[in-house]
């Protein structure tokens, strides 16, 4: 019994020293986002890696849900006589739930992979070490950069998730079921607030954000040095992003719709 306390102890205190050297790790990331900024090329070009590079998935991701979403609402609100508020449910369910999240879990398996693999494969080449031997501090020159490339592509990639799935609904509803469209458009512009309703969920999306971008600069940065490590952490930032992410979703929404 006491060798079995000895090793939950053990992990205990190693997972609590993990965790405080990912705080004292984002915390160097905020502290060198701002030199990162007078280095504004280094951003836009880490927006353009990290973002665009993820669109055709996100956008053809977003058109699918458009599409499956606008089925399954008309059918279940066909029932009850309210097939006119199909337009509002969609928008509702993409602006604040969907586009976020989806975007978030898709950001974690595309744009996180590539960034721990390209942090983990320069610390394996010793990229790293080499520019700490040459007084170039890796975090301000290299990670702060990805870190607000990927705080400033997310909230983008969530809005487009978001009006590409409008638009394959659309299509479904009026061009397929037969939804009149006025109707679809009237309701939705009536009903959706810009603050209340598209506002969080482009806060949600930050959020994620730097959850996902930070999840995988810290996994390729603390990774071992061998193709095995660089593997293992990739598969980690996956892992640990999405259950963040999900986590993280419910916490904001009970902040954010618990009152009317």
């Known amino acids: 019994m006491t060798r079995v306390f000895s ?30 900024l007078r280095r504004f090329s280094l951003v836009v070009a880490q927006v353009h890696a990290i973002g665009n590079r993820s669109l055709v998935i996100i956008l053809a991701s977003g058109l699918a849900v458009g599409f499956v979403l606008a089925l399954q609402m008309y059918y ?20 604040r739930e969907l586009g976020p999240v989806v975007t978030a879990l898709l950001f974690a398996g595309r744009a996180g992979t590539s960034l721990t693999a390209e942090i983990g494969l320069m610390k394996a080449g010793e990229q790293l070490a080499a ?10 020159r290299v990670l702060a950069p990805r870190f607000l ?38 309701i939705m512009q009536s009903r959706v607030d810009v603050w209340r309703d598209v506002g969080n969920g482009i806060v949600k999306s930050s959020v994620f954000g730097v959850i996902c971008t930070f999840v995988a600069l810290y996994q390729g940065h603390e990774t071992q040095a061998t193709p095995e490590g660089v593997a293992h952490a990739t598969t980690r930032t996956v892992v640990i992003a999405s259950l963040g992410v999900l986590a993280m979703d419910f916490v904001l929404t009970a902040m954010m719709f618990s009152t009317p």
């Open 131 to 140: 520019m700490e031997l040459m007084a170039i501090d890796p975090r301000s």
């Open 149 to 186: 490339g990927g705080i400033v592509s997310m909230p983008l990639l969530a809005a487009l998730f978001s009006a590409i799935g409008i638009l394959g609904a659309y299509v479904v509803a009026v061009w397929l079921i037969g939804v009149d469209s006025g109707n679809f458009w009237s």
């Open 7 to 36: 090793l939950l102890g053990a992990k205990v205190l190693r997972w609590l020293q993990g965790l405080g050297h990912s705080a004292f790790f984002f915390l160097d990331l905020l502290r060198f986002s701002p030199a990162a």
């Open 76 to 95: 279940a609100l066909v029932t009850y006589g309210a097939a006119e508020s199909l337009g509002l449910i969609v928008n509702l369910a993409l602006v």
